[in-house]
């Protein structure tokens, strides 16, 4: 068989790639069935639902698995595995597998306990068809999977399952989990009806919540208090027992100017309180093993202000020392 030139350099260049980069992919999902999800009153407030499954990248140049970083990201919605993606090659360099474990139905809020046990029975396998080590084990989230991450959390240590996750640490990046705010947020936006963006994430998750938790937080708090991982609302603090014991690290930027210009959005109109709050309630339960990074305007990497941009601000060498550190 011959190669041309230009077919040689192509193959040397796709090995020098995999040589540099030191990874290992592989690939589990399920086909996605043929239907779809209401997510509105609109005709066309439908989403698909997407493949569930997993996507693990391991690092071939290392003879053990250091431990294992897992994201809780959708298969389907934007670009797949994006915020695990970005953290491949430090992760993968340190001797760190990168699991992203996704459910069937798009953009999760982990209402059902089978979203919960579908993501519980794919990490199980995921750890078992590819013998990862169940040690120096770390959750990490961005945006609403960082919801997703602690609602696990929270899972595990109410089961109790047979194969349980032996957990290390815990990051979240901008991530929703005081839902009383969030719904008011939504309330909010639409009301002012400013920005269409705005607009229609408020109306899409006003929808949600007031279908799942059986009303709003006035007609229903509980719900929305048992269902929020930190709420400002909540002055008994449930959840906060669940994450106590674990090294937590939460990132938010600061861009008050921006939502102000941008969408007239208020001090309390992001996920900043949220990510404050809750490292604030794990220093009040005397954990000193948790703390809160802040972005300001001028550290962004981009003009946009959102969640994939904070977790684009994160210095991810940083955060894999801070991995390390924290690994037995």
């Not at 046990?117 to 961005?142: C, M, Q, S, W, Y």
């Not at 609602?151 to 005081?178: H, M, R, T, W």
């Not at 938010?252 to 996920?271: C, F, H, P």
Request: glycine share 6%.
């Amino acid at each position: 068989m011959k190669f041309g030139l230009k077919s040689v350099l192509v193959l040397l260049s796709i090995l020098a790639f995999l040589s540099t980069n030191g990874q290992n992919i592989v690939e589990e999902y399920q086909k996605s069935k043929n239907d779809s999800l209401r997510i509105g009153e609109l005709d066309t407030d439908f989403l698909e639902y997407i493949e569930k499954g997993y996507t693990l990248a391991k690092p071939d140049n290392k003879s053990n698995i250091s431990g294992v970083i897992i994201f809780f990201e959708g298969s389907g919605f934007d670009k797949k595995n994006m915020s695990a993606k970005q953290l491949y090659t430090q992760a993968n360099k340190a001797g760190y597998a990168v699991l992203s474990v996704s459910t069937e139905i798009p953009l999760d809020f982990f209402f059902s306990e089978n979203s919960l046990l579908d993501v519980h029975k794919t990490i199980e396998r995921a750890f078992d068809k590819n013998n990862l080590p169940n040690n120096n084990v770390f959750l990490i989230g961005v945006g609403l999977s960082g919801h997703r991450a602690l609602k696990y959390v929270e899972y595990q240590e109410k089961i109790s399952p047979d194969f349980a996750l032996n957990l290390s640490g815990l990051v979240i990046c901008d991530a929703p989990l005081d839902w009383v705010r969030q719904y008011n947020e939504g309330n909010r936006d639409r009301r002012i009806n400013y920005d269409e963006g705005a607009v229609w994430e408020g109306s899409f998750s006003n929808f949600i919540l007031e279908k799942n938790l059986n009303g709003t937080p006035t007609s229903n708090l509980e719900n929305y208090l048992n269902f929020s991982t930190y709420s400002y609302s909540d002055k008994t603090d449930r959840k906060i027992k669940y994450y106590k014991n674990y090294p937590v690290r939460a990132y938010m930027e600061v861009a008050i100017q921006y939502w102000l210009e941008k969408k007239r959005k208020t001090t309390i109109d992001n996920n900043g309180p949220d990510m404050v709050g809750f490292i604030a309630q794990l220093k009040l339960t005397g954990n000193e093993k948790s703390d809160l990074v802040i972005f300001y305007p001028r550290e962004s990497k981009t003009e946009k202000k959102n969640t994939a941009a904070t977790w684009i601000a994160v210095d991810k060498d940083e955060l894999m020392a801070w991995i390390i550190k924290w690994s037995k």
